[in-house]
């Protein structure tokens, strides 16, 4: 069932009529962090004033306040820019909330109006002729003397997850020190997390509806067919392998030709609660990664081909915004599968330069250009990673840094060339015959 809280936090394309109208049919009267205006007023910059100064919260305009069938009427489109307009001109200084906006496909025209108040991004105290607005329980009220002071001194509430970062990745090394790995690419997020689920361990049962959910992604079935171009051999599904503890665990995939002591492919998804017992959490550290060692187990001395890469890479992505996966990962950190995060970014590390690695894809090194081994780049929050197509459009963009910080040039060219034989925007498949 859709919250207000969910419905603040989630991205905007989350917010969907269908979702709207979960909440209303609730019945939450107003509050704190929630208010119903049936059409534009100019109390609507009051409201957004007092919950930037207070704990942000939800103005849906188009839906009653009173208990009728439907609380659902709507608003012409005009009412944002009467939003808009009455924010700069009655909020000093002048700023304005998230507006978006939900059509009533019934009702040509009209929509609901989801306006979303944060205080992390407002330029706080918002005034209103002069006095500070701030939110009790359902209502508006200033703030007095002492509110308005502290509004003055303290800093905006920031963003939990601002800021957090994935430890450094590494790749794994022989008994004397030496990288045992061609490559490793990883991905992850910050998953937030209940109040409900601070204290507990993690689920014995959501480890393995995890698990079980990582068997059936994108990831494990491109690993599975890069198995099968290598040649035949064993292939172990995620499962509990090395340090699992009561808020930390390690699940382990692997694959390639038996008979060796390490697997040429193999993958690997952490998750861990970062605190200690008695220390409350606000987020699940969830990271998932791929490291192969053909050169180190089957002598191999070809480069990685892009295509590979580039299918390697999205399924690592889609597997993070797969429903199956972020619904697993949701019920572990106790929240709406609405508040799920999106990979935060790539990292890409190699134990030769990157031109040896990228050899024979078509890429021209620049004369005295200096060279990389890896690379940590950052996703554009703007994306959806959930479209194929703009997923694809943040992976060339990826692999076009890569190949640039490494001294190569064509990267753009090649990219061009596969997704033309490619031009459906869903994951490529890799054929036995392509080069690792």
């Known amino acids: 069932m859709t919250s207000a809280a969910s419905l603040f936090a989630c991205r905007p394309a989350d917010v969907t009529l269908e979702r709207v109208r979960e909440l209303v049919a609730i019945g939450q009267p107003e509050s704190l962090t929630l208010e119903y205006k049936e059409k534009y007023t100019p109390k609507i910059p009051t409201s957004v004033a007092a919950m ?96 308005l002071a502290r509004l003055i001194n303290e800093a905006a509430p920031q963003a939990v997850a601002a800021g957090l970062r994935l430890p450094p990745a590494d ?68 499962h509990r392998s090395g ?27 952490r998750i861990d609660l970062p ?64 508040l799920m995060p999106q990979p935060l970014g790539l990292d890409f590390l190699s134990s030769t330069d990157m031109p040896d690695l990228l050899a024979g894809n078509g890429l021209t090194l620049v004369p005295d250009a200096g060279t990389s081994r890896g690379a940590n780049l950052l996703a554009d929050p703007g994306v959806d990673q959930r479209d194929p197509a703009e997923r694809r459009a943040l992976i060339d963009s990826w692999l076009q840094q890569i190949s640039q910080d490494a001294g190569l040039l064509g990267m753009e060219k090649v990219l061009e060339q596969l997704h033309s034989t490619s031009p459906d925007p869903q994951p490529r498949r890799l054929r036995r015959t392509d080069a690792l």
């Open 52 to 147: 930037a100064n207070s704990y942000g919260g939800l103005i849906l305009v188009g839906v009653t306040e009173r208990s009728v069938d439907d609380r659902i009427v709507g608003v012409p489109e005009d009412v944002i820019v009467q939003i808009v307009s009455g924010c700069h001109q009655t909020l000093e200084p002048p700023w304005e909330p998230e507006i978006i906006p939900v059509p009533l496909p019934e009702t040509v025209g009209r929509m609901i109006l989801v306006v979303r108040v944060d205080p992390a991004k407002a330029s706080r105290p918002l005034l209103v002729q002069g006095a500070a607005p701030i939110r009790l329980h359902g209502r508006n009220a200033l703030a007095d003397r002492v509110g």
């Open 171 to 238: 790749l794994p090394t022989d008994d004397q020190g030496k990288p045992s790995a061609d490559f490793l690419v990883r991905t992850g997020m910050f998953v937030p997390v209940d109040a409900s689920a601070t204290w507990r361990p993690l689920s014995e049962r959501g480890v393995q509806a995890f698990a079980d959910a990582l068997n059936n992604s994108p990831l494990h079935y491109a690993l599975f067919r890069w198995c099968a171009s290598i040649g035949e051999g064993g292939m172990s599904p995620f």
């Open 243 to 269: 340090f699992n503890r009561a808020r930390k665990v390690r699940l382990l995939w692997q694959g390639g030709p038996d008979g060796g002591p390490l697997f040429p492919l193999e993958a690997v998804a």
């Open 275 to 338: 605190d200690a017992y008695g220390t409350p959490v606000s987020h699940l550290q969830v990271s998932l990664q791929v490291v192969a060692r053909f050169r180190h187990t089957l002598g191999r001395a070809a480069p990685l081909s892009v295509a590979h890469l580039h299918e390697l890479v999205d399924a690592l992505t889609a597997t993070l915004v797969d429903d199956k996966v972020t619904g697993a990962l949701a019920a572990l950190a106790g929240v709406d599968p609405l």
